[in-house]
């Protein structure tokens, strides 16, 4: 079972590793895939005080105070723990969550691109013509 840790914020979660492996993969995060430009300021969502600048030699990279490191090493720093975190939950952009960004993306992409799918009869009958 998924539940947040009781003495940190909701989006850093204990996951059962058992559970972890049933997780559909989805592509690495990247900021060019949110329409997020190298340079931005990204906020913390639990103080709006903190926060970090998307790298511009390493997107995947930011930078916070004075060390560049990952958003889930910020998130880490800044809440002082080692525990699991959902970092795009923690940052903001624009004020949405990078959360947010993210499943509004997936969805369009996933209701305006088309997959053209091969029926498995042609697939099969494709092999056995070049034998």
């Not at 997780?23 to 931005?40: D, K, S, T, V, Y």
């Not at 998307?54 to 060390?67: E, G, I, Y």
């Not at 560049?68 to 949405?96: F, H, M, S």
């Amino acid at each position: 079972m998924i539940e947040p840790a009781a003495d940190l914020p909701a989006a850093v979660y204990i996951i059962n590793h058992a559970e972890k492996e049933n997780f559909e993969m989805r592509p690495n995060f990247n900021f060019e895939m949110l329409g997020i430009p190298l340079g931005a300021v990204l906020t913390y969502a639990y103080d709006e005080n903190k926060t970090c600048v998307v790298c511009k030699l390493n997107p995947p990279l930011v930078a916070h105070k004075t060390r560049v490191c990952t958003l889930t090493r910020a998130v880490k720093i800044i809440e002082r723990t080692e525990d699991t975190v959902q970092p795009t939950w923690c940052w903001k952009y624009n004020g949405e969550s990078l959360g947010e960004r993210r499943m509004r993306f997936e969805k369009w992409y996933t209701q305006h691109l088309k997959v053209q799918e091969i029926p498995v009869e042609e697939y099969d009958r494709d092999e056995d013509e070049d034998e």
